[in-house]
């Protein structure tokens, strides 16, 4: 690894690289999973009661791997050479090459944004497994954006291996957080958005917000410790309600229209693990004096 690491700019090249590879197979980890969990909740809930919920139909095997990627039109497999990213999407206009049905721009959108992602994190954390951890944890936040954009579902079998990998860093050695701040992060994290949800459900009689949010920014406090995690919600808070307003108007839609939060909590939690301390410096000199 050293011979990587030595070469910030070799570094840089190979992970945004790397980020686009890995982005083509996000793109199928946000379509296929949320289905693979609806598929289970199915099969669970008719073993719990089967008189009441008919059985699953048995479609075959379908999982982040099989079937292989087809067109949703007409059915005709995706060859290799139609799978490189973001320039086989170019090549064909944007369209499949059998039925010419548009592809969404959203496939290409999302290998060019973890590319980003990957190289600006491999650009402002020099090369050393702390930079590949992190961005192993961008992989993971740019899936959960989009799936809970798609669903307003937050996996727990992304957030809670999030966490703990957080915590594992911590005991060994990797991660600049202290193993006390990462486990006190992440029970902070989980307890403040609770906190919330259940003081605006005991004053209105709703719920304002998702369990998985409450992993999430628990995942996010074992990787920054407890202290970022105000400037986190802060950010995720201000963001959330300045899209959202742009977002209402554009659409129509009011004020009890639900929306993700998980989102503005992942690119809050992301640009903390980049460029946290330099932000809390910046506003302790700029407004405390410090």
């Known amino acids: 690894m050293n011979w990587l690491f030595d070469s910030p700019s070799l570094y840089v090249f190979l992970a945004s690289v790397f980020g686009l ?17 609806e598929a289970q909740w199915r099969t669970d809930c008719h073993e719990c009661f089967p008189s009441e919920m ?16 087809h067109c949703p039109s007409c059915q005709a497999p995706v060859k290799a050479m139609d799978n490189v990213p973001v320039l086989s999407w170019l090549i064909l206009g944007g369209k499949c090459r059998h039925c010419k049905t548009p ?14 992602l990957v190289g600006t994190t491999a650009y402002f954390l020099p090369g050393s497994y702390w930079s590949l951890a992190v961005i ?7 899936a959960l954006c ?27 050695g990797i991660s600049p957080v202290s193993l006390q701040d990462a486990v006190i992060g992440a029970m ?11 003081l605006f459900k005991l004053l209105t009689g709703k719920e304002g917000m998702g369990y998985g949010d409450f992993k999430l920014l628990a995942a996010l406090g074992a990787w920054l410790g407890w202290q970022p995690l105000p400037m986190v919600i802060l950010i995720a808070s201000f963001a959330g309600a300045i899209i959202g307003i742009i977002l209402m108007r554009i659409k129509g839609t009011g004020k009890e229209t639900p929306f993700s939060f998980g989102p503005y909590l992942a690119i809050a939690g992301w640009i903390s693990l980049l460029w946290g301390n330099n932000i809390i410096d910046w506003y302790l000199t700029s407004y405390l004096g410090y």
Do not use: C, H
Request: charged share 10%; glycine share 4%; aromatic share 14%.
């Open 21 to 37: 590879i890995v982005g083509s197979f996000l793109n199928v980890v946000i379509y296929r999973f949320p289905k693979m969990m």
């Open 188 to 198: 902070a994290g989980y307890l403040s958005l609770w906190s919330v949800f259940q």
């Open 136 to 142: 192993a944890a961008t992989f993971v936040l740019v």
């Open 54 to 69: 008919p059985a699953p139909k048995d479609t075959g095997v379908f999982n982040l791997s099989l079937p292989r990627s």
């Open 146 to 172: 989009f799936i809970d954009i798609d669903t307003m579902l937050l996996p727990d079998q992304m957030t809670l291996p999030l966490m703990w990998a957080g915590i594992l860093l911590a005991v060994m």
């Open 103 to 116: 592809i969404s721009i959203r496939y290409p959108f999302v290998e060019l944004l973890t590319a980003l």
